[in-house]
């Protein structure tokens, strides 16, 4: 063999050998010696593991089916955690396991405390995926929420756990209460803040995907301060518990949720950027966020943005979702003192049914925070374009309610049918509202809203004149009615909530009592209106006739004889 061939043999063979060394280890954790019955923890090994693999140049912990109990989990650059379907990630119910306290952000405020349940910083390319099941055991988690919860309202602020001490050591206190508006003080308190299920921080591609997780502490998927974040097809069943929310991005760029199914109980996906002036210092928005294709069932919203939002929330579009059953469907909310500009959201192919308070609602008053004048702690909300909505059997379609000092803004409602509503729009210091389409309870609501209802409750959505909702009625029904009334310049109040599609009588009953007519039926499909021979008696005509019998008896036993 020449020379020239030699080295041609030799280049190929460092090249093989390199390409062999750059393969990714992938280590099947049983193999490598952990307990499969759930007893022992493997927090050691789990992360010893993620060590090693991450010094190699990255690596693939996989998981066969099997019950993994462990500790707070700490993913490194290039890491795959891996579950079998059968496999199940449980996580420790001694708060021992997540210590020692590490930096978080809890309701979007930085501060030392537990450790996360999976926990990265200033990472890379991290990946948790597969078809098992993560545990997070948060019942013992709830349960001393709970009491440190009670006991601060009946017997004031004192230490009743070993780790209120500890987050007073590890937290400068007075800054943190510097740095958040009254609302949030109760809060401090506590000092006890449960850790989040996955928490990434400043960290780059981080990718969720297929696995099942279950009864978060808290925050279920919360990434902070990421760049590049893919949530696909998971699923997070919380069973009802405090601030189990589904999905938080705080303070993160370029975030793609899909085809995730979402129960939890608190809100199912929220937008956050942080809260108050630590938040605004810290100056980092959440932008660039798409939601497709997701399913919500039980949770206080379906997707919501705020109300920690002090660090500001754009660019956001919300597709092709159902909500069914959840409080709210779309809910943006904050309060004065937070400060920040949530502006550029579409939402766009929602369904909704069972939702328990409003379908839609812009709320700048979440918290009863006093007035105050308009400054960098004002929040605003603009630019908000809602369509291809249909929602059935809700409590308030709609409720837009600003500050005096800083109106909602721009928004355009468009192809929106709402049925079963129970209860009249709301809008309020609000402006610039467009409305092309939108039907609740079979009327068509103003195109825009005048100058006056921008600055108080819109009431009169739901009126109709009688006599069109008459007309409506022969026409529904195939009836025939004869007048012997007055209709003209009658208004109907909450006109459609009146009408039974079962009953033709009962829909003239519901109709025609408001003015003191009735109806008599006729031969065949007749039916007379006719105003009472006798007026019914009013709170006023009882009062007289009181009055008139005082007259008559000198006292009770008199009347009584």
């Not at 740095?179 to 780059?204: A, M, S």
């Not at 997780?213 to 925050?219: A, E, G, K, T």
């Amino acid at each position: 063999m020449n020379d020239m061939n030699k080295r041609t043999f030799l280049s190929l063979l460092l090249c093989v050998c390199s390409l062999s060394f750059l393969h990714a280890e992938r280590v099947d954790m049983q193999q490598a010696g952990a307990d499969i019955q759930g007893r022992k923890l493997n927090t050691t090994l789990i992360n010893s593991t993620i060590d090693r693999l991450n010094a190699n140049g990255g690596g693939t912990l996989f998981f066969p089916a099997g019950t993994y109990l462990t500790g707070s989990i700490h993913m490194k650059s290039n890491i795959t955690l891996e579950l079998e379907a059968g496999a199940t990630l449980k996580f420790s119910e001694n708060f021992d396991d997540f210590l020692p306290y590490v930096e978080v952000r809890h309701e979007g405020i930085m501060m030392k405390s537990f450790q996360p349940l999976i926990y990265a910083v200033d990472a890379e390319n991290i990946t948790i995926k597969g078809e098992g099941t993560l545990d997070g055991q948060g019942k013992a988690w709830w349960t001393e929420f709970f009491r440190v919860l009670v006991d601060l309202r009946d017997n004031g602020k004192r230490n009743i756990n070993k780790y209120q001490p500890m987050f007073e050591k590890e937290n400068d206190l007075k800054a943190l209460y510097a740095e958040t508006n009254e609302d949030w003080h109760g809060t401090l308190d506590r000092r006890f803040f449960r850790p989040p299920f996955i928490h990434p921080i400043r960290c780059k591609n981080v990718r969720v995907e297929g696995v099942k997780i279950i009864n978060s502490p808290f925050w279920t998927v919360n990434p902070e301060f990421c760049d590049n974040v893919t949530i696909k097809g998971i699923t997070i069943h919380n069973v009802p518990s405090p601030n189990t929310d589904g999905i938080n991005p705080e303070s993160c760029k370029n975030v793609h949720i899909s085809d995730c199914h979402i129960s939890v109980g608190d809100d199912c996906i929220t937008i956050k950027s942080g809260r108050d002036l630590q938040a605004r210092k810290l100056g980092v928005p959440c932008e660039n966020i798409t939601i497709t294709n997701c399913t919500m069932l039980s949770g206080h919203g379906g997707v919501v943005i705020g109300s920690e939002m002090s660090g500001s929330v754009r660019k956001v579009t919300i597709s092709n979702c159902v909500f069914d059953g959840t409080d709210r469907g779309i809910r943006i909310k904050s309060t004065r003192g937070r400060g920040g500009v949530v502006e550029d959201i579409r939402v766009s192919n929602v369904v909704m049914s069972n939702i328990k308070q409003e379908a839609v609602v812009l709320n700048l008053k979440y918290s009863k925070m006093p007035a105050e004048p308009k400054s960098e702690r004002t929040p605003i909300f603009r630019n908000v374009h809602i369509s291809g909505m249909t929602v059935t059997n809700v409590k308030t379609p709609i409720k837009i309610v600003g500050l005096e000092e800083a109106p909602i803004s721009d928004i355009v409602l468009r192809d929106i049918h709402i049925q079963e509503g129970k209860q009249k729009c709301i809008f309020e210091n609000c402006e610039r509202i467009t409305m092309d389409d939108v039907i609740v309870n079979g009327v068509l609501l103003a195109a825009s809203l005048s100058a006056e209802a921008q600055t108080q409750t819109y009431e009169t959505e739901f009126a109709r004149p009688l006599n069109e909702v008459l007309t409506d009625i022969q026409n529904r029904f195939g009836v025939r009615l004869k007048y012997d009334i007055d209709t003209v310049g009658k208004v109907l109040p909450y006109a459609d909530f009146r009408i039974r599609p079962y009953s033709v009588e009962e829909s003239l009953t519901n109709v025609l009592a408001p003015f003191d007519y009735k109806f008599v039926k006729q031969k065949g499909n007749m039916y007379k209106l006719k105003a009472y021979e006798y007026p019914r008696r009013t709170d006023a005509d009882g009062e007289k006739m009181l009055a008139y019998l005082n007259t008559l008896y000198a006292d009770r036993q008199a009347f009584e004889l």
